[in-house]
């Protein structure tokens, strides 16, 4: 058991800081001035991220299905999951302007090669000179929005445990295990709304129109937290669930 739950938490925590990390894409396009270019890639990285979520999705069914993990130990791995998520995004977010120059190297080597093959020569081939432009502003927590960190949290809390939430409750109702584990794409469906019609919109004219002030960085920073904030609550949720089922 203890070989899959880390093979889980090795899963979880790639997808999660892969998906954290391919924010600063946006960001590095907005300072060199290839907005396009710095969405695409940005979505790009999300979907490498996505390789993780299969082997993440069979070991969670296989301990649930073949090893018979209790309800307790299950909530206990997802409090894991999910910590490990926000110390990587954590270390993203502390790191944002190592990842935007990244980026920026990225589009560099994007001129003459494929993305995987830029990809590839960035990490491991010959660095090339770059007359980078770093994030030299960082707003203030005061400065951010509290109404996106609130919808940040909120789409994040269902595209970051849907399928955590769901599971749980299939191991606590074991006779509709099957039915219940397919709310998953219900739980992560809630979220990506949320981010297809508000955040991704919102993020995006703020960086096409917002050419002189920081709103822009701002909102960038106000999701991202938002995000954090998600893998608390979530954390907060699983760990009291279990002490109500551990004292009880």
Partial sequence: MIYLILIALLCYSAMQFIESASFASRLAGKLVNRLSLGTTLQNTVFVTSRLFLPPLLLTLSFMIEFKNISLQLFLLTSSALVISGFFFSLIVLINFNYFQIFFQRLFLQYEFNTIPVAIVKEFFGKKKKLKQINLEVIPSIRGLSLKKIATSTFAYFFLTTGFLITFSFAIFIPDYRMTLSQLAAL??????????????????????????????????????????????????????????????
């Avoid at 993020?203 to 701002?218: A, G, K, P, V």
């Avoid at 991202?224 to 002490?243: K, T």
């Fill in 187 to 248: 739980g992560h469906g809630i979220g990506a709304l949320i981010l297809a019609l508000y955040i991704d919109p919102m993020i995006s004219r703020s960086l096409d129109l917002r050419l002189q002030d920081s709103n822009w960085l701002e909102n960038i920073y106000s999701i991202f937290v938002g995000r954090l904030l998600a893998y608390i609550l979530a954390s907060i949720l699983f760990l009291a669930v279990y002490l109500y089922k551990y004292l009880i």
